[in-house]
């Protein structure tokens, strides 16, 4: 049991390792345009050029799913399902279980 539990933390620490360890570098893209973009290892992109990275990121602003979820939000998680927030007659409501109340 305690080599397992030893063999268990080694194997943690040296995952966390090699993840710390991975290459983060964007890697430069053109797209069927012929603009230059940033493609990032965990899916996100943008363009190379700064002017119009700056661009787009004011045009995303104004879309709600990009937005923060307002402090004490209920739901929403990690962007996903709707965010109930404080004062909504929803917030708070518990179950729709009856068996639950």
């Known amino acids: 049991m305690k080599r397992a539990l030893i063999a ?3 194997g ?10 991975l290459d983060r570098t964007p890697l430069e893209a053109l797209t069927v ?16 050029d700064p002017a119009k ?12 799913e990009n937005q ?3 402090a004490g939000a209920q739901g929403g998680v990690f962007g996903v ?11 708070n409501r518990g179950s729709l279980n009856p068996k639950l109340h």
């Open 33 to 48: 345009n012929g603009e230059k973009v940033k493609l990032f290892p965990n899916g996100r992109w943008e363009y190379a």
């Open 81 to 91: 399902g709707r965010t109930v927030a404080p004062g909504d007659k929803d917030y």
């Open 12 to 21: 943690l620490a040296t995952a966390a390792t090699a993840a710390d360890q």
């Open 68 to 70: 923060a979820p307002p």
């Open 53 to 64: 990275a700056a661009a787009a990121q004011q045009v995303a602003a104004k879309y709600p």
């Open 8 to 10: 268990l933390l080694l």
